[in-house]
Nanobody, 127 residues
Framework: QLQASGGGLVQAGGSLRLSCAAS????????MGWFRQVPGKERESVAV????????YYADSVKGRFTISRDNGKNTVYLQMNSLKPEDTAVYYC??????????????????????WGQGTQVTVSS
């Protein structure tokens, strides 16, 4: 139901834009997030956006470089990634928080609160 795309190989300092398209269900009332994982490490939150788009959260490691946005009319969430670093290399997943629909802000940035997940897209940043 969530399809992530836009990953790829990019040089350090470059940019990528990830997209997460939803199908089969409208996620306009759900907070949405981007998470990433490297082998042997826990999945970590990258950025989260409230259902209305009025609230956002960013991990310290990506603040000022990444921007999350959403288009509820298109049922799509985006992650614009600029000034990429080799340490940004990971599989990126989008997810939706179905347990706190219509919550005015961001209930949680923890991946454990998100119950709808896409399949992931690989981002590789070369030095």
């Amino acid at each position: 139901q969530l399809q992530a795309s836009g990953g790829g190989l990019v040089q350090a300092g470059g940019s990528l834009r990830l997209s997460c398209a939803a199908s089969g269900r409208t996620f306009s009332s759900y907070a949405m997030g981007w998470f990433r994982q490297v082998p042997g490490k826990e999945r970590e939150s990258v950025a989260v956006i409230s259902w209305s788009g009025s609230s956002t959260y960013y991990a310290d490691s990506v603040k000022g470089r990444f921007t999350i946005s959403r288009d509820n009319g298109k049922n799509t969430v985006y992650l614009q990634m600029n000034s990429l670093k080799p340490e940004d290399t990971a599989v990126y997943y989008c997810a939706a928080d179905g347990k706190h629909r219509w919550y005015s802000g961001i209930y949680s940035s923890s991946s454990y609160e998100y119950d709808y997940w896409g399949q992931g897209t690989q981002v590789t940043v070369s030095s």
